[in-house]
């Protein structure tokens, strides 16, 4: 991915004007000069790429919330600290639907222990 992202960065173009000299600081240059793109048009481009980038989003999260504590995960990346404790309480897998889903397991797709 690393090598994906710098060649993405090199040979970046945006869809607007830009002025000579001019570099902008954004990987993904959006159709209007000194701006990004829009997320949500920018998801759509990525759809259509076959990436998913609600899975990625949640995923990086979810790997992130499982190595921090729910507070400097609140303060790092902004969200509240109720979200935070939900990301947490999620990412360590013992939420009350984890319990749930657990005890309607038929004995058929339970693992079982060699």
Known sequence: ??????????????????????????LSPGIYAGRTHEPHSLGRRLKRLGIRPRVAR???????????????????????????????????????AYGAEVSRRTPTTQSTLP
């Open 58 to 96: 949640n995923a990086s999260l979810m790997d992130i919330a499982s190595g921090l504590p729910a507070y400097v995960f609140s303060r790092l990346l902004g969200f509240s600290r109720s979200t935070a404790d939900n990301w947490d309480t999620d990412a360590s897998g013992f939420s009350p």
């Open 1 to 26: 991915m690393d090598d994906l992202l710098r060649e993405l960065a090199c040979r970046r173009r945006g869809h607007g004007p830009v002025l000579a000299g001019y570099e902008p600081p954004w």
